[in-house]
């Protein structure tokens, strides 16, 4: 239920995976049609093919996660190199342009590619003499097909498509820069969608490394592509849709679209490693396309729900016009606001869902509230101090990552304005993803997917009765606090929901536990907002040498005062890591 600038792992052009986090793919135990309405989908780790060793296992983990890291601080650099290249009127373009692709794919293949495909080639292959070899060779034929032909069609509406998306505020030409990217970009849907495929193959037989350093390769490309822009172009003064010339935009659309194809030839290696085959089978009648549309029925659901808020949210946006970075601004901040997410709330669901699922397949549903209560207290602990260095840190963040180039300090600090608001955002929406996985534990993808649609409409009518209040100056702060509230409602009724159907939650000490985390987290703030202020900049800094030394000093002011604070608070989660880390230095 993210609700922002949604985008998979293949289809996240920084290569950061905030919405298929961490490197878990998704089973179904129960396959008969029946059971498609209501299906289970829970992530899990697929053991290695071929009945490799726990330490090939750890080896494979360890190499995914220093991936993960690698992926995520190649993925800022692009970022910030895109707005230093282009600038924000031309940044809010090109990102318009970059948001058409990502949200057709995941229509077409993100959601239904975990839930849908993966599980299918997992029982074939468990099942067929070949290994499965045969059916992912006709799979992936229809799916290339399939996507070729959609991604003509696409191209070929993408003035209409642009048109649609665009505000009736925005500049004639601003719309004709939107069209012109996204001619270029999106073919992009196209090789996305052969990322994902391959990734999926690898996956299932045991290789998660290559998809998950694939991304790495896109944004190699791409940061190259700005090196070049810069080095060449770097000399005039602004960049406008009036003034940007036919060569510069090719530059800037077809390096994106040369690294995402950079990234699916990178996977080609790994499939042969791993024994695939590609051999042209068309054989559409034998994959059991029915099948595939039942259980991919209530994904389309929460899939299309969430792609209608990032076109509605996109749409509001660009009527900011041309003097404000609201569409770059907003993307900036979410990518940061799902990090937070992906490196603490993805790793506390990726461990307590398999002993979910397994609790509530045999109806222990005391211990499936028991995870729960243990899972967000434990979140929005880790959380808490992520949170205080986001809002009291926003600026010199901001600064740091995104200023150079055409991205100008004031730029940088209206993105730290909009990372203020996006950080009362973070333990929402961990807590409501941690809701979705308890469902998904519970069999509920058909729940999951009518909470969403009820969080989206009010997602959606906080968009535009914000953009009505607010000046355009704070569209992209409105919108970010819009996702907020639905985050915060998306896990109200959730815990209501999940109440009614596995009993007492043990809410009580769920609160408690959150005020005692609040407490910390507040004299956190205090402490390091005052000291920032005594430091050159106080607060607003005017370079990346002012920005670092605030958040060196400013960060190690938070962290130390909510950990003391927390300790003497007892919040038993930060109780616990202290005495374990106590416990490695005595040894």
């Known amino acids: 239920m993210n609700g922002g600038l949604y985008r998979s792992t293949h289809a996240a052009p920084d290569g950061d995976p905030h919405s298929q986090e961490?490197?878990?793919?998704i089973s179904v135990d129960d396959q008969s049609p029946t059971a498609s309405g209501d299906q289970a989908l829970p992530p899990e780790t697929i053991p290695p093919a071929g009945g490799e060793?726990?330490?090939?296992?750890?080896?494979?983990?360890?190499?995914?996660?220093?991936g993960s890291l690698v992926s995520r601080i190649i993925g800022f650099v692009r970022t910030a190199l895109i707005g230093m290249a282009v600038g924000t009127t031309v940044g809010n373009a090109y990102t318009n342009a970059q948001f058409l692709p990502n949200q057709i794919y995941e229509l077409l293949l993100g959601g239904i590619l975990s839930s849908v495909l993966v599980p299918l080639l997992v029982r074939r292959r468990k099942s067929d003499p070949d290994g499965g070899q045969a059916f992912t060779?006709?799979?992936?034929?229809?799916?290339v097909v399939s996507l070729g032909i959609a991604t003509l069609l696409v191209v070929s509406l993408a003035s209409v498509i642009t048109a649609i998306q665009s505000s009736s505020d925005s500049s004639q030409a601003t719309k004709d820069l939107v069209t012109d990217f996204a001619y270029l970009i999106l073919?992009?849907?196209?090789?996305?969608?052969?990322s994902g495929l391959a990734g999926a193959?690898?996956?299932v037989r045991g290789h998660f490394a290559a998809p998950m350093w694939a991304p790495i390769l896109n944004n190699i490309v791409v940061i190259a592509t700005c090196g070049i822009f810069i080095l060449v172009y770097g000399g005039q003064k602004e960049l406008t849709p009036e003034n940007i010339t036919g060569a510069q935009i090719a530059l800037i659309g077809g390096g994106t679209l040369l690294g995402i194809v950079v990234q699916a030839l990178g996977l080609l290696p790994a499939l042969r490693k791993v024994g695939f085959q590609w051999k042209w089978r068309w054989d559409p009648r034998s994959l059991g396309l029915r099948e595939v549309g039942q259980l991919a029925g209530w994904m389309l659901v929460y899939a299309g729900a969430n792609q209608l808020a990032v076109f509605m949210v996109v749409k509001v946006l660009s009527g900011a016009g041309d003097d404000h970075p609201s569409t770059l601004v907003f993307n900036n901040v979410f990518l940061l606001t799902m990090m937070a997410h992906g490196i603490v709330g993805v790793s506390v669901m990726t461990a307590l869902l398999p002993k979910m699922s397994a609790a509530a397949a045999e109806g222990r549903f005391d211990e499936v509230s028991a995870d729960l209560s243990r899972g967000i207290k434990l979140t929005s602990a880790a959380l808490a101090p992520i949170v205080v260095v986001?809002?009291?840190?926003?600026?010199?963040?901001?600064?740091?990552?995104?200023q150079g180039g055409r991205f100008s300090n004031a730029d940088a600090l209206a993105t730290g304005d909009v990372l203020t608001v996006a950080a009362f955002a973070v333990i929402p929406l961990s807590i409501s993803y941690l809701c979705t996985y308890a469902f998904y534990a519970l069999q509920g993808n058909k729940t999951v997917a009518m909470i969403n649609l009820a969080v989206v409409a009010v997602r959606i009518g906080a968009y535009f009765v914000l953009a009505e209040l607010l000046s355009k100056s704070l569209l992209a702060a409105g919108m970010t606090a819009g996702n907020a509230v639905s985050y915060l409602l998306s896990a109200l009724i959730s815990l209501t929901v999940l109440r009614r159907r596995i009993g007492r939650l043990n809410l009580g000490?769920?609160?408690?536990?959150?005020?005692?985390?609040?407490?910390?987290?507040?004299?956190?703030?205090?402490?390091?907002?005052?000291?920032v202020r005594l430091l050159p900049g106080a607060g607003e800094p005017d370079g990346r040498i002012q920005a670092l030394l605030q958040l060196v000093v400013g960060g190690a002011v938070i962290l130390v005062a909510y950990l003391v604070t927390a300790i003497l608070l007892r919040v038993q989660e930060v109780s616990q890591v202290a005495g374990m880390v106590r416990r490695k230095i005595g040894r």
């Open 187 to 194: 073919p992009i849907i196209f090789f996305t969608g052969l």
């Open 509 to 531: 000490t769920v609160l408690a536990s959150l005020i005692r985390v609040a407490v910390a987290a507040a004299v956190a703030a205090a402490l390091g907002y005052l000291v």
């Open 22 to 25: 961490g490197v878990t793919i």
């Open 53 to 66: 060793s726990s330490g090939n296992t750890t080896r494979q983990s360890a190499i995914m996660a220093i």
């Open 201 to 203: 193959v690898l996956n």
């Open 137 to 143: 060779q006709k799979l992936l034929t229809f799916a």
């Open 390 to 402: 986001y809002a009291v840190l926003s600026a010199p963040i901001a600064v740091f990552l995104f």
